[in-house]
């Protein structure tokens, strides 16, 4: 298990972003997160197995109708999440 914390930056925030994140994560194995934050970024924490946690952010960052939207994508490890059971989108 890995988790991965993905800051998106870009036209990310009043166009879907956490709605059509939270959807795609219907068809990975993967749990977490995603808010928007107060910079005008949008926050992304997803945890599973590592193929599946890099084919979600991939997903999300090239092949989704969100890609056009995102300027640059930050990428960081972070320790597991502890007690996450699903997808949510945080407020």
Do not use: W
């Not at 298990?1 to 870009?10: H, K, L, T, W």
């Not at 890099?54 to 990428?75: Q, R, T, Y």
């Amino acid at each position: 298990m890995i988790a991965r914390r993905v800051i998106f930056e870009g036209r990310v925030q009043g166009v879907g972003f956490r709605y059509t994140t939270k959807d795609l994560a219907k068809g990975f194995e993967v749990c977490g997160g995603v808010k928007n934050l107060p910079d005008g970024t949008v926050e992304l924490e997803v945890m599973g197995e590592r193929e599946e946690v890099e084919a979600f952010i991939k997903e999300i960052a090239e092949e989704s109708p969100l890609a056009h939207h995102i300027k640059g994508m930050h990428v960081k490890n972070i320790p597991p999440l502890e007690g996450v059971k699903g997808f949510t989108i945080e407020r």
